[in-house]
């Protein structure tokens, strides 16, 4: 089946301490997206990449980092520098173009314990 | 930058009601606007994709209209039932590379 796979599913983060979630997608999508919601809140962008290799900041980037090295691949390292990261954190693919249909994974919780 | 906002925030129907879901956005040069259903805990499942030629979207029980002149899409479920009970966000491109604004959502309930 064609998807796209975020683990894990719940992730605990110790104060002063990187991580890392993964985001996997077989659709043969060309952009990937992370973002970032709050309990009742709307979705944030992060970062996104329109192609491997590159990568661009979204709307709160800071105390985030992102590496594009396949096309299938997009992981979001949260590092000390976010002093607020517990959140529900979603990633996305699609393809690139004008009329574009985005798919989303079933989110990372991360939580700071 | 594209601004999108969702009203009602939440609401409560009787089982059986026809409903309709509210969008707005403020940039109303768009090529497409995309509703999602997200239940609790869970990721976003994408519902409708209304691209900018069109008026409206069918799926089933679902249906969406996008009138970009007046920078409003509506969602219209028919014969809700208590399996629709999810939030619903709309999402609207907001440049080229298609990153999407996204609404605070409607949390609806559809009660037996």
């Known amino acids: ?113 | 930058k594209q601004e999108v906002t969702q009203i009602p925030a939440a609401l409560s129907v009787p089982e059986g009601e026809n409903l309709v879901l509210n969008c707005s956005f403020t940039d109303s040069a768009i090529y497409n606007l995309q509703w999602f259903r997200q239940d609790p805990g869970k990721g976003l499942t994408s519902l409708l994709l209304i691209q900018s030629s069109q008026r409206e979207q069918t799926s089933g029980r679902l249906n969406a209209s996008l009138d970009k002149s007046s920078g409003r899409s509506t969602l219209y479920i028919a014969a809700s039932q208590p399996g629709d009970s999810a939030t619903y966000l709309c999402a609207a491109p907001y440049n080229a590379g298609n990153m999407l604004t996204f609404g605070g959502g409607t949390r609806l309930m559809v009660k037996p």
């Not at chain 1, 104060?15 to 993964?22: A, M």
């Open chain 1, 1 to 113: 089946d064609g998807g796209i796979t975020q683990s894990p599913k719940y992730l605990f983060r110790k104060e002063g301490q990187n991580v890392t979630l993964s985001c996997e997608q077989n659709l043969n999508h060309d952009a990937m997206y992370w973002y970032r919601q709050d309990p009742g809140q709307g979705l944030r962008l992060i970062y996104y990449s329109q192609i491997v290799n590159d990568f661009q900041k979204g709307d709160i980037a800071e105390g985030y980092s992102v590496s594009r090295e396949k096309k299938e691949s997009f992981p979001l390292t949260v590092t000390s520098a976010q002093k607020n990261p517990t959140a529900f954190y979603l990633c996305a693919s699609a393809k690139q173009g004008e009329i574009t249909e985005a798919f989303f994974g079933q989110g990372t919780r991360l939580t700071v314990v």
